[in-house]
Nanobody
Framework: QVQLVESGGGLVQPGGSLRLSCVVS????????IGWFRQAPGKEREGVAA????????YYSDSVKGRFSISSDFAANTVYLQMNSVKPEDTAVYYC????????????????WGQGTQVTVSS
């Protein structure tokens, strides 16, 4: 059984940084794609970042490119989303997601979802 458990959300000021973590079980991080989606109030879920550790591919949405970074720790079975220079428009529930194949950019490509963690960017 695949489980994705997020943590690290909270309140952060504009321009600040936050790191989200996703502990993975029942899923091979080294073999299959994993990533992060987000959903802001009144908006559809959006693919933010994804990584395929098998062949080194990465994906970032235009809205976070250059500010967010995704990485994996195989020993800890954990995927991270480092969020820098955050903006109020980054406020959303962030979901850890996984799939069995690349790409991992749209909701219909997601096979597994975590429960989500709230990120609020506000002064």
């Amino acid at each position: 059984q695949v489980q994705l458990v997020e943590s690290g959300g909270g309140l952060v000021q504009p321009g600040g940084s936050l790191r989200l973590s996703c502990v993975v079980s029942g899923f091979d991080l080294e073999k299959y794609p994993i990533g992060w989606f987000r959903q802001a109030p009144g908006k559809e879920r959006e693919g933010v970042a994804a990584i395929s550790n098998y062949d080194g591919k990465t994906y970032y949405s235009d809205s976070v490119k250059g500010r967010f970074s995704i990485s994996s720790d195989f020993a800890a079975n954990t995927v991270y989303l480092q969020m820098n220079s955050v903006k109020p428009e980054d406020t959303a529930v962030y979901y850890c997601v996984a799939s069995t194949r690349w790409p991992l950019e749209t909701s219909d490509q997601v096979v597994y979802w975590g429960q989500g963690t709230q990120v609020t960017v506000s002064s």
